[in-house]
C-alpha cells in the first residue's frame, strides 16, 4: 500500500477535484464513492475500483481492512486523517473511498418494463432517495433530464446506498424520443385534473414522470402523460417532497402487482 503525505501530489489533487467539482467530474468521467457500504457494493457487482483510498484510521477499522484484501493492492492508497478530510467529498469522511470510472450511457432502447423519468429534480438526498427506491422495487431504467442534479456525484451516490449499480441511468436524456412508443401508461405526478393513485390499476408497464422540487414538471415533459395522478392527503397538506411522492407511487405499483389488485 502506498502513503501519500502531500497536498501537493498530483493524485491527491485530482481526488479533491472530483469531490468539489462537477465539472471536472464531467471532464474526467470518474466520480467518487465515499464509505465502507459503496465500496462493497461496488466490489460485490464486480465493479472496476481505479483507486482504493483510506485513511490511518479507517484502515484501523475492521470492515475496511476485509474490504481492502479484496482490493488490487496497487490500487491501493493511505494518507492521514487530515488529508483524507481534504479529499473526502462528504462534510463526515467515512475512512475509505473509491475512485471509479462513471459508466457510460445505456445503449439499446428502453426496457420494455416500468421506468421513472426524473425532471429538473436538482436536490442530491432526494434523487439519490429515488434511485434508491427504483432499484428496491425492481425497477430497471431512470431517465433523467438535462436540468437534474448530476447522478454520479458524491452526494448522490451515498444518498442511493448503491442503488447505481442496479439500475440503467440516462442522464440528459431526451425524454420524448425515449419514451416514443412506449407500450404502458406515462404517468405524471400533479395536482391539477388528476385521478386519484388508488383508483388506477397499475399492474401494466408504467413510466412515472416526476418533477423538482419547486416547479414541478416542465411543460414538454409533463405533455408526454397519458393521465395526472394525485396522491390523496386527507391531513391538508398541499404537496409532498419529491423523493416521498415517488416512493408511494412505485410501491402502491409494487403491492398492486404483488396482490393482483
Same mark, same amino acid.
Given at each position: ?10 493524485l ?8 468539489t467539482?462537477a465539472?471536472?467530474r ?6 467518487l ?18 483507486q ?5 484510521s479507517?484502515?484501523? @477499522?475492521?470492515e475496511i481492512? +476485509? ?7 496497487d +490500487?491501493?492508497?493511505?494518507?492521514p486523517?487530515?488529508l483524507?478530510?481534504h479529499i473526502?467529498?462528504?462534510? +463526515?469522511?467515512?475512512?475509505?473511498l ?6 457510460a ?5 428502453l ?5 421513472v ?12 432517495t429515488?434511485l ?8 430497471g431504467?431512470v ?6 442534479? @448530476?447522478?454520479? +456525484?458524491?452526494r448522490?451516490l ?5 442503488a447505481?449499480?442496479g ?8 425524454? !420524448?424520443?425515449?419514451?416514443a412508443g412506449?407500450?404502458?401508461a406515462?404517468?405524471?405526478a400533479?395536482?391539477?385534473d388528476?385521478?386519484d ?5 397499475l399492474?401494466?408497464p ?8 419547486? @416547479?414541478?414538471l416542465?411543460?414538454?415533459v409533463? !405533455?408526454?402523460?397519458?393521465r395526472?395522478?394525485l396522491?390523496?392527503?386527507?391531513g ?8 416521498v ?7 402502491? @405499483? ?7 389488485r
Amino acid at each position: 500500500m502506498k502513503l501519500i503525505t502531500s497536498r501537493d501530489n498530483p493524485l491527491i489533487k485530482h481526488l479533491h477535484a472530483l469531490a468539489t467539482s462537477a465539472r471536472d467530474r464531467r471532464r474526467a468521467g470518474e466520480t467518487l464513492l465515499d464509505g465502507a457500504h459503496l465500496v462493497e457494493v461496488a466490489l460485490a457487482r464486480g465493479f472496476a475500483l481505479l483507486q482504493v483510498v483510506v485513511s490511518d484510521s479507517g484502515r484501523a @477499522q475492521p470492515e475496511i481492512a +476485509s474490504l481492502l484484501q479484496r482490493c488490487a493492492p496497487d +490500487s491501493l492508497i493511505e494518507v492521514p486523517e487530515r488529508l483524507f478530510a481534504h479529499i473526502s467529498p462528504v462534510d +463526515s469522511p467515512a475512512g475509505v473511498l473509491a475512485r471509479i470510472a462513471v459508466p457510460a450511457m445505456p445503449d439499446g432502447p428502453l426496457l420494455a418494463e416500468t421506468c421513472v423519468v426524473l425532471d429538473g429534480v436538482q436536490d442530491p438526498g432526494n434523487l439519490g432517495t429515488i434511485l434508491r427506491t427504483a432499484a428496491a422495487v425492481g425497477v430497471g431504467d431512470v431517465l433523467l433530464t438535462p436540468g437534474c442534479a @448530476q447522478a454520479w +456525484s458524491p452526494r448522490v451516490l451515498r444518498a442511493a446506498m448503491g442503488a447505481h449499480f442496479g439500475l440503467r441511468l440516462w442522464e440528459g436524456c431526451d425524454v !420524448a424520443a425515449a419514451l416514443a412508443g412506449f407500450a404502458g401508461a406515462i404517468l405524471a405526478a400533479d395536482l391539477r385534473d388528476a385521478v386519484d393513485l388508488y383508483e388506477l390499476d397499475l399492474q401494466g408497464p408504467v413510466a412515472w414522470l416526476f418533477g423538482s422540487e419547486g @416547479q414541478g414538471l416542465s411543460g414538454a415533459v409533463a !405533455a408526454l402523460a397519458t393521465r395526472r395522478v394525485l396522491i390523496p392527503m386527507p391531513g391538508g397538506m398541499e404537496s409532498l417532497n419529491v423523493g416521498v411522492a415517488a416512493g408511494v407511487c412505485l410501491f402502491e @405499483q409494487l403491492r398492486q402487482r404483488r396482490s393482483g389488485r
